[in-house]
């Protein structure tokens, strides 16, 4: 009875690296959902993913940000060349339909800090 | 352009008193709203939600009221345990993809 799965829990990383954070959504869920929450602010929505496509990608900065949510494996939130800014709790969601009352279920979080 | 606002920040309540959580919200064509409670370092849990059809929904302790006209939700938890003590988002869905639409949270603190 596995629910949102995310690893790592915590990434620390220095300026210029590259972080992976990876999110395994519930068993029978296909949506997934990448929201970011900056120190003190409410969670921002960043990217929607369906397998293998990206739906939307409104809240994803235009550079250095990229996501995916290949047919096998996990979604995967990708940040190159990382600043001081992007530390943050990066959590992802999944659901099992797309429909505004079908609830989201939210994995832990991974807490990326760039030194 | 915040378009989910909780302008309480915290609140404070004591053990076995009522905890009123206050949500207003903007965009008129938002028709469900969810209510998540967070504690430290975990992810949102999602506590009740409510549709725009209905004016109320009750889950045991916790119940959610919707005042369309004047575009407000609150959370009611009556009676508080030191337990509820966490931070509690409200969230809307928007657009044709439903991604959600948070405030900024309130940290709710029950004292014995």
């Known amino acids: 009875n596995a629910g949102v799965m995310q690893n790592p829990r915590h990434l620390v990383r220095r300026r210029g690296q590259e972080a992976r954070l990876r999110c395994s959504p519930m068993?029978?869920?296909?949506?997934v959902y990448w929201y970011r929450q900056l120190p003190e602010e409410g969670l921002k929505f960043m990217v929607y993913?369906?397998?293998?496509?990206?739906?939307?990608e409104s809240g994803m900065p235009k550079e250095r940000f990229s996501a995916e949510f290949p047919k096998e494996g996990p979604s995967i939130l990708r940040i190159q060349q990382v600043v001081r800014g992007d530390s943050a709790a990066y959590f992802c969601a999944s659901s099992s339909i797309r429909t505004s009352t079908d609830t989201q279920y939210f994995g832990p979080g991974t807490r990326l800090t760039v030194l | 352009d915040q378009q989910v606002k909780q302008n309480s920040p915290s609140l404070s309540v004591q053990e076995g008193r009522i905890s009123i959580l206050n949500c207003d919200y903007t965009n008129s064509m938002f028709d469900y709203f969810l209510w998540y409670k967070k504690y430290p370092a975990e992810g949102p849990t999602f506590l009740i939600s409510?549709?725009?059809?209905?004016d109320k929904n009750e889950d045991g302790r916790f119940t959610v009221f919707l005042n369309k006209s004047a575009k407000h939700l609150s959370l009611h938890i009556v009676p508080s345990q030191p337990g509820d003590s966490a931070v509690y988002f409200c969230a809307a869905p928007t657009d044709n993809t439903d991604k959600l639409i948070f405030g900024t949270g309130t940290r709710l603190q029950v004292f014995p």
């Open positions: 409510i549709s725009s059809i209905k």
């Open positions: 068993k029978g869920h296909s949506h």
């Open positions: 993913l369906q397998k293998e496509n990206i739906i939307d």
